[in-house]
T-cell receptor
Framework: DAKTTQPNSMESNEEEPVHLPCNHSTISGTDYIHWYRQLPSQGPEYVIHGLTSNVNNRMASLAIAEDRKSSTLILHRATLRDAAVYYCILFMNTGFQKLVFGTGTRLLVSP | ETGVTQTPRHLVMGMTNKKSLKCEQHLGHNAMYWYKQSAKKPLELMFVYSLEERVENNSVPSRFSPECPNSSHLFLHLHTLQPEDSALYLC????????????FGPGTRLTVL
């Protein structure tokens, strides 16, 4: 399974943007970059995914480096509800692939 | 509310008990999953079902027995568990296997005494 590397934790203030980095230097051409998050006492929740181009949705933006060896999840205005563990996962879109969760980044948001 | 429900939300059982965890998805998905999340460890995939056929058994001990009677329901039957099996058990579903996002239930917090 291709590996990702994320910081253990990050802190932010409410209403400020948050940039969560992820390194995936061994990514293959068919790997999509998926992000999930897990709020306290809940199951993981899908956030966003992309292949090569930057992606936006109602929850976040995903910026993918040109060489695809790294990506950044962007929360444009952090809220207290965004405090969670964020997982960056490489996931192929063909055949059966396991969604392999690492330890993720714990985001702390202060008022 | 993700469209995936799990019951019970909390379960305490002795090592000699037999219990079952239930998962139901209301999303019309074809694939369902069981994950285990132990304290301070990443989520671990346990079982995967696609169109009611098991496609993955991730080296899970036989004291965990999954059952998928139809595409909307998934069970995890538990018997003679050990205290180290105490964990959060999460169910998920997806439209298919290949790269689709997974929708997770809230989990069942299991404590084995």
């Amino acid at each position: 399974d291709a590996k990702t590397t994320q910081p253990n934790s990050m802190e932010s203030n409410e209403e400020e943007p948050v940039h969560l980095p992820c390194n995936h230097s061994t990514i293959s051409g068919t790997d999509y970059i998926h992000w999930y998050r897990q709020l306290p006492s809940q199951g993981p929740e899908y956030v966003i995914h992309g292949l090569t181009s930057n992606v936006n949705n109602r929850m976040a933006s995903l910026a993918i480096a040109e060489d695809r060896k790294s990506s950044t999840l962007i929360l444009h205005r952090a809220t207290l509800r965004d405090a969670a563990v964020y997982y960056c996962i490489l996931f192929m879109n063909t055949g059966f692939q396991k969604l392999v969760f690492g330890t993720g980044t714990r985001l702390l948001v202060s008022p | 509310e993700t469209g995936v429900t799990q019951t019970p939300r909390h379960l305490v059982m002795g090592m000699t008990n037999k219990k079952s965890l239930k998962c139901e998805q209301h999303l019309g998905h074809n694939a369902m999953y069981w994950y285990k999340q132990s304290a301070k460890k990443p989520l671990e995939l346990m079982f995967v079902y696609s169109l009611e056929e098991r496609v993955e058994n991730n080296s899970v001990p036989s004291r965990f027995s999954p059952e998928c009677p139809n595409s909307s329901h998934l069970f995890l039957h538990l018997h003679t568990l050990q205290p180290e099996d105490s964990a959060l058990y999460l169910c998920a579903s997806s439209q298919g296997l290949a790269g689709y996002e997974q929708f997770f239930g809230p989990g069942t917090r299991l404590t084995v005494l």
